[in-house]
T-cell receptor, first 118, second 113 residues
Framework: AQKVTQAQTEISVVEKEDVTLDCVYETRDTTYYLFWYKQPPSGELVFLIRRNSFDEQNEISGRYSWNFQKSTSSFNFTITASQVVDSAVYFCALSGTTGGTSYGKLTFGQGTILTVHP | DAGITQSPRYKITETGRQVTLMCHQTWSHSYMFWYRQDLGHGLRLIYYSAAADITDKGEVPDGYVVSRSKTENFPLTLESATRSQTSVYFC????????????FGPGTRLTVT
């Protein structure tokens, strides 16, 4: 069985602070994929990043960066110099390949509510 | 409209009634999914489909029925709605293949009274 844990239920920061959202996953698959989605107050789910299990390179996209560490089964997300527009719920998700194709079904964490105050 | 759409966006229904949530995508994606979002649970998979006429259960399928006669449509039916099915429902689609990301519709907020 797969599991994704986002232990931080809510985080509150002041604008321009850096913030890291934690994601820990469990899977028995050797090939799997990790994702981050953003859900702003308007409610839609916005894809942010995909990472496969063979690629442990960290990635940076503007103020966003992701740290994937297989040794600790973690895929953490850092926002540098946070802005009010970053306020949202952030979900980490996992897709495995147990027993052949999984069709990309996602197992989501419970989400972290990030509030950035001006 | 291009992309993935859901209708209705908001629905209030009574316990015991049948209700159908619609999902339509214009990308010709093979895979489609239905999730429900509840506080404290994140999103949980209800049903998914690999192609027209191919569907399978997810984590929480009880009380739901799906069909997929056309690639672009994936309706979700609550046969006899219960209060526990009050939730926000999201439809998603993706390209066939393990690694691709899912793209989500705007969601349907369903209240069962």
């Amino acid at each position: 069985a797969q599991k994704v844990t986002q232990a931080q239920t809510e985080i509150s920061v002041v604008e321009k602070e850096d913030v890291t959202l934690d994601c820990v996953y469990e899977t028995r698959d050797t090939t799997y994929y990790l994702f981050w989605y953003k859900q702003p107050p308007s409610g839609e789910l916005v894809f942010l990043i995909r990472r496969n299990s063979f690629d442990e390179q960290n990635e940076i996209s503007g103020r966003y960066s992701w740290n994937f560490q297989k040794s600790t089964s973690s895929f953490n997300f850092t926002i540098t110099a946070s802005q009010v527009v970053d306020s949202a719920v952030y979900f980490c998700a996992l897709s495995g390949t147990t027993g052949g194709t999984s069709y990309g079904k996602l197992t989501f964490g419970q989400g972290t509510i990030l509030t950035v105050h001006p | 409209d291009a992309g993935i759409t859901q209708s209705p966006r908001y629905k209030i229904t009574e316990t015991g009634r049948q209700v159908t949530l619609m999902c339509h995508q214009t990308w010709s994606h093979s895979y489609m999914f239905w999730y429900r979002q509840d506080l404290g649970h994140g999103l949980r998979l209800i049903y998914y489909s690999a192609a027209a006429d191919i569907t399978d259960k997810g984590e929480v399928p009880d009380g739901y029925v799906v069909s997929r006669s056309k690639t672009e449509n994936f309706p979700l039916t609550l046969e006899s709605a219960t209060r526990s099915q009050t939730s926000v429902y999201f439809c998603a689609s993706k390209i066939a293949g393990e690694s691709y990301e899912q793209y989500f519709g705007p969601g349907t907020r369903l209240t069962v009274t």
